[in-house]
């Protein structure tokens, strides 16, 4: 018989996505557990961008002053295109519906800590050392085996969600498909000094015939981080997207060379190569197990989406389980409100991760194939064109279109469950489902900005100016309302804790809006 715990969602890892998730989760009312079965905090980085999206769904957790602090908001980087070098920046970009027009970089390992320290100060402990023995959903409750060196435990709590990378443990024991396929190419990653690099000191991108190359001055353990992208050596014991074997010095100058670099690696810190795949788990959530991240989907590095992929995962599910962990036991049992809130994750995210799996298979493929096209387009069509690319740099909308792709601002859920709109509709606004963007507000005082209005935990409803206030009897503890002077008509729309339209309506619907907050549980107390 298992013990009795006070947890009401087991989180298992703790890199970006778990360590997100249990702050979400623990914001929205939930006790949360995070285990990690690795004994020490797992170095050196292997991610190193969060996209502006990012930036965005982490504000509310109260992290992203922490995690600025230690990004490079103004990021240069250089294109090497043959003989030619351009230079890009890649901060203050034509994105006025964002508070963080940028590309961040920063390293993985410096995103974890501040996360840590967050859920720290809440009186959450990242309990390393610990790991998942196995787990199963019965029906009205998770159960689970953990292992560390005090013994085995058995425990059952509402929820399990596996953070737990490829190969996760939660994913095997829900039973749960892995579709994909191996890539042919392998990522490199080495931490080095060098010598002769022209003394440049933003990020370095190199095209070659064999793939590209990219120097960013984020190393770890050295001055520089290498990353290139080379046909895979072999090792099917390998975990993909995990480092493994550590490469030759002289490989390392090899790959420099071939991408036309006039530098030699002073001192090799550490290296190691990654085998890659392309892969989606068959569903996001199996019962009462879920999976998020890595766990459940696995891409290239093409375009930076993993750690941030999980991140906005994580967001999307924590206020969920949070929710869902603060109905009656009889609701939390399976009423319809409930089973529709907890499956919205799956068709939200898995629809979203399938998206973006194309996106980063087709990138990579430029990027890394060493077929007969992608190596002509890198070593003869690239530099051919280079002289046009200042003139495509300048154009600021273009460039910030393509981050604004890339980095999920356009991820929309309009065919969610939990997307409703009201009738009459309120023309002029955000659909249900999409981003709210961010915008220059009025609430009685000096103008702000609509996101640091709405950056705390919960659903925020915006009344337009004339609109009557919903009674108290219709909003929970979990509701904030804001008015918003300078919007006139009678309107209103509530906002998702992740930053999403939920619903909306041209009148001040008491009824539509309590039937919706009823459908997300979001009336229920904490």
């Known amino acids: ?48 961008i969060l996209h502006p999206r990012t930036l965005e769904v982490l504000r509310p957790l109260g992290v992203t002053d922490a995690l ?5 908001t103004a990021p240069t980087v250089g294109l090497h295109l043959g003989s030619r070098i351009v230079e890009a920046s890649l901060a203050h970009l034509s994105l006025p519906d964002t508070a963080f027009p940028h590309l961040s970089l920063m390293r993985q390992a ?3 800590s501040v996360l840590a320290q967050a859920l720290a100060d809440r009186g959450v402990t990242v309990e390393r050392g610990t790991e998942l023995v196995t787990t199963r959903d019965d029906k009205h409750s998770a159960w689970a085996v953990l292992r560390s060196q005090q013994g085995t435990e ?62 960013f001055p984020l190393g770890e353990r050295a001055a520089w981080r290498l990353l290139a992208t080379r046909a895979s050596a072999g090792g099917s014991e390998l975990d993909f997207g995990q480092p493994g074997p550590a490469v030759p ?55 930076g989406q993993g750690m941030n992929a999980g991140i906005q995962d994580a967001v999307n599910l924590g206020w969920k389980l949070g929710f869902a962990s603060n109905c009656s036991e009889g609701e939390a049992a399976g009423g319809l409100g409930n089973e529709v809130l907890l499956d919205s994750y799956d068709a939200e995210r898995r629809a979203a991760a399938h998206r973006r799996l194309v996106l980063t298979h087709t990138v990579f493929w430029v990027e890394a194939s060493t077929g007969r096209i992608p190596s002509w387009l890198r070593a003869v069509a690239a530099p051919r064109t280079a002289p046009a690319v200042p003139i495509l740099l300048d154009r600021r909308r273009l460039v910030a279109e393509g981050i604004r792709f890339i980095s999920q601002l356009r991820v929309n859920y309009r065919h969610s469950a ?23 507000v009025s609430v009685g005082g000096p103008p702000q900005r609509l ?6 935990p919960g659903v925020h409803v915006l009344l337009q100016r004339d609109a009557t206030a919903p009674p108290e009897s219709v909003l929970g503890s979990q509701v904030t309302v804001h008015r918003l002077r300078n919007s006139p ?12 339209v939920g619903f909306r309506c041209g009148t001040a619907d008491a009824a539509g809006l309590s039937d919706w907050l009823s459908l997300i549980d979001a009336t229920a107390s904490p």
């Open 154 to 215: 058995e425990i059952r709590c509402p929820f399990v969600v596996g953070c737990d990378g490829p190969a996760s443990t939660v994913r095997v024991c829900a039973d749960v498909g892995w579709h994909g396929r191996p890539y042919t190419e392998e990522v490199v990653l080495a931490d080095v000094d060098l010598s002769g690099n022209s003394g440049r000191s933003g990020a370095q991108v190199f095209a070659g015939r064999q793939g590209l190359l990219f120097l």
């Open 451 to 456: 996101h640091g209005l709405l950056a705390g």
């Open 489 to 500: 008509g009678r309107g209103l729309i509530a906002v998702r804790p992740d930053g999403h």
């Open 1 to 48: 018989m298992a013990a009795p715990t006070a947890t009401d969602v087991l989180v298992v890892g703790a890199g970006p996505t778990g360590l997100t998730l249990a702050l979400q989760t623990h914001d929205h009312g939930a006790r949360v557990r995070i285990i990690e079965r690795r004994p020490d905090a797992f170095r050196p980085s292997r991610a190193l």
């Open 249 to 303: 010095y002289a490989d390392l100058q090899r790959l420099l060379s071939d991408a036309g670099l006039d530098a030699r690696i002073e001192r090799l810190a550490w290296s190691a190569r990654v085998p890659l795949q392309c892969s989606l788990a068959a569903r996001f959530r199996r019962g009462r197990l879920f999976l998020a991240g890595d766990a459940a989907h696995n891409y290239s590095p093409a375009t």
């Open 68 to 72: 600025l602090e230690l990004a490079d």
């Open 418 to 440: 939990l997307s409703v709109d009201g009738r009459p509709r309120l023309r002029g606004a955000p659909r249900p489902g999409d981003r709210l963007p961010d915008a220059a």
């Open 110 to 112: 410096d995103v974890e």
